[in-house]
Nanobody, 124 residues
């Protein structure tokens, strides 16, 4: 089992920036960020696989950037131009799959390791 620890969540004003980080206890080729608000399903935000292929939810394209260190143990999410609707608990996820199909990259069922989550609150 891989342990994932998120950090960086905090309260910011709309239009602001925030960077989330996730540290994995060991290398995982495919990793992703998800978010969830109370009463709603967990939503895929951004993912990256072993080839370095990235996928983003339409709602964050052009504003969020996912990146990872070469050792595939640290995953970051740079969030710019934040909006109140970005408010959520953000989760880091990982799996041993190397080539993640694009259609599965933002699906929660594609990942088998999850962090505890970090709260992001964007106020207007």
């Amino acid at each position: 089992q891989v342990k994932l620890v998120e950090s960086g969540g905090e309260s910011v004003q709309a239009g602001g920036t925030l960077k989330l980080s996730c540290t994995a206890s060991r290398q995982r080729p495919s990793m992703a960020w998800f978010r969830q608000v109370p009463g709603k399903e967990r939503e895929g935000v951004a993912g990256i696989d072993g080839r370095g292929f990235r996928r983003y939810a339409d709602s964050v394209k052009g504003r969020f950037t996912i990146s990872r260190n070469n050792a595939q143990t640290t995953l970051d999410l740079q969030m710019n131009s934040l909006k109140p609707e970005d408010t959520a608990v953000y989760y880091c996820a990982a799996t041993g799959v190397f080539e993640m199909p694009a259609t599965q990259a933002l699906a929660p069922d594609s990942y088998n390791s999850w962090g505890q989550g970090t709260q992001v609150t964007v106020s207007s």
